[in-house]
């Protein structure tokens, strides 16, 4: 059970830093025209939102097993 708790709060942060990320990449957003730097940045954002949004999926399903089997 110990485990399953901290997997959970693993998810809660991976939640956290992709909300903080989206955040960022709306303030970037919100000009019209991106410099090529700004440009990188939002794409470099973009791909680590989508690896914690995967790792995020991945823990997610692991804490609904354990909690299924915890419940059998």
């Known amino acids: 059970m110990d485990g399953t708790f901290k ?4 998810a809660e942060s991976l939640q956290n830093d992709i909300l903080t ?3 960022r990449m709306r303030t970037l ?15 470099d954002m ?5 690896g ?5 999926e991945l823990v997610s399903g692991q804490i609904a097993a354990a909690i299924k089997n915890m419940l059998s």
């Open 7 to 10: 997997q959970t709060q693993y």
């Open 21 to 23: 990320l989206q955040g």
């Open 29 to 43: 957003a919100v000009s019209t025209t991106l410099s090529q730097n700004d440009r990188l940045r939002y794409y």
């Open 46 to 50: 973009l791909g680590e939102i989508d």
């Open 52 to 56: 914690k949004s995967s790792t995020l």
